[in-house]
Nanobody, 126 residues
């Protein structure tokens, strides 16, 4: 069974840091790209970072310098390092998998992704 499981969310004060994990099971990340998305209550899900099967990394300018993405192939896990968190970062964070087929794809477009995790809540509050 193909599955993605996010973890690492929680409550953090403004200026704090969190590391989210996205663990894949039932498939290897060697053949998939992973994207990170977040959904603020009442708004559409938005993508902001992805890492390809060949380890090319993309981070949207809206969070660049504060967020970073990485992958541990041995653990079949992708990480999202978040720092200098702001209340506006409060959202449910999701990871998703896109099967690599050798063609370019829209990294931040949720329609490009086939498999989703259940999400993890991040709350930034004093």
């Amino acid at each position: 069974q193909l599955q993605l499981v996010e973890s690492g969310g929680g409550v953090v004060q403004p200026g704090g840091s969190l590391r989210l994990s996205c663990a894949a099971s039932g498939f290897t990340l060697d053949h998939y790209s992973i994207g990170w998305f977040r959904q603020i209550l009442g708004k559409e899900r938005e993508g902001f970072s992805c890492i390809t099967s060949s380890n090319n990394r993309w981070v949207d300018t809206s969070v660049k310098g504060r967020f970073d993405i990485s992958k541990d192939s041995a653990k079949n896990t992708v990480y999202l390092e978040m720092s200098s968190l702001e209340p506006e970062d409060t959202a449910v964070y999701y990871c998703a998998a896109h099967q690599s087929d050798g063609y370019a794809y829209e990294c931040y477009n949720p329609d490009e992704y086939d498999l989703w995790g259940q999400g993890t809540q991040v709350t930034v509050s004093a």
